[in-house]
């Protein structure tokens, strides 16, 4: 079973930044599009940021484009989300997956953006 651990998450004030990592317990990774998941209190879980398996495609939903950049590194079998400028409504558990979802979701890690 694959396994998926997300890191880097934290409490960071408005217009500050973090790293976010996923590693992934896949020696092939470098064949999978990845992708990058939110899902706030009482919301439903949704993308917010994709890259191609060659890394030289990424794309962002609306609401943190100019602001996060996806990237990966797939010798080290890791996807990275850099954050800046975060606000309030970037605040949820930030998980990472395949766009098909193929493999279980991990823990998450928990971006908290407050003043």
């Known amino acids: 079973q694959v396994q998926l651990v997300e890191s880097g998450g934290g409490l960071v004030q408005p217009g500050g930044s973090l790293r976010l990592s996923c590693a992934i317990s896949?020696?092939?990774?470098?064949?999978?599009?990845m992708d990058w998941y939110r899902q706030a209190p009482g919301q439903q879980r949704e993308l917010v940021a994709s890259?191609?398996?060659?890394?030289?495609?990424?794309d962002y939903s609306a609401p943190v484009k100019g602001r996060f950049t996806i990237s990966r590194d797939n010798a080290k079998n890791t996807v990275y989300l850099q954050m800046n400028s975060l606000k309030y409504e970037d605040t949820a558990v930030y998980y990472c997956?395949?766009?098909?979802?193929?493999?279980?979701w991990g823990q998450g890690t928990q971006v908290t953006v407050s003043s």
């Open positions: 997956n395949t766009a098909d979802q193929r493999w279980p």
């Open positions: 896949e020696s092939s990774l470098g064949f999978h599009r």
């Open positions: 890259i191609n398996d060659g890394g030289t495609i990424t």
